[in-house]
């Protein structure tokens, strides 16, 4: 379910536009818009929940198919040498947005 005080659900529901790389009817991949590598993609589950300790039924399924569909999505929009992927989890962790996201980032060689 979507929580319309969310920017992430906006943007699944077209209501924010954003630069789409893939979606189907349990993710959304986009363009970070302030990108912290060459690439810089976000994986959104189209279901609201903010922590992975949150997610339903439902959630971890739309999260298994993100991360099946991640290789192909990265290696096609230029992460075909290697892309890292980033779970902010909470304040501390520096999450800014409360819908859970998967960021890939790769394109070029990255310090760690
Ligand atoms: P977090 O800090 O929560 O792990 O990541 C949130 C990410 O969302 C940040 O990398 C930030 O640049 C990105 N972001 C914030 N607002 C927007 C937006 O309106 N559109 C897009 N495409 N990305 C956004
Ligand atoms: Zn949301």
């Given at each position: ?6 920017l992430f659900?906006?943007i699944?529901e077209?209501?924010?536009?954003s ?18 590598a060459k690439?810089h993609?976000?994986?959104v589950?189209?279901?609201h ?13 739309m ?7 991640i290789?192909q ?5 230029g ?17 800014t ?9 790769g394109?070029?060689t990255?310090?760690?």
């Amino acid at each position: 379910m979507l929580n319309c005080d969310c920017l992430f659900c906006k943007i699944i529901e077209g209501k924010i536009p954003s630069s789409k790389v893939y979606e189907d009817d349990d993710m959304l991949i986009f363009k970070d818009i302030a990108p912290k590598a060459k690439v810089h993609l976000l994986a959104v589950p189209k279901t609201h929940f903010a922590l992975l300790s949150q997610a339903d039924k439902e959630g971890r399924v739309m999260l298994s198919r993100i991360f099946e569909k991640i290789p192909q999505v990265a290696e096609q929009n230029g992460c075909g040498d290697g892309f890292r992927l980033v779970i902010n989890q909470g304040e501390a962790a520096g999450q800014t947005v409360r819908h859970l996201h998967v960021h890939i980032l790769g394109g070029e060689t990255l310090g760690w």
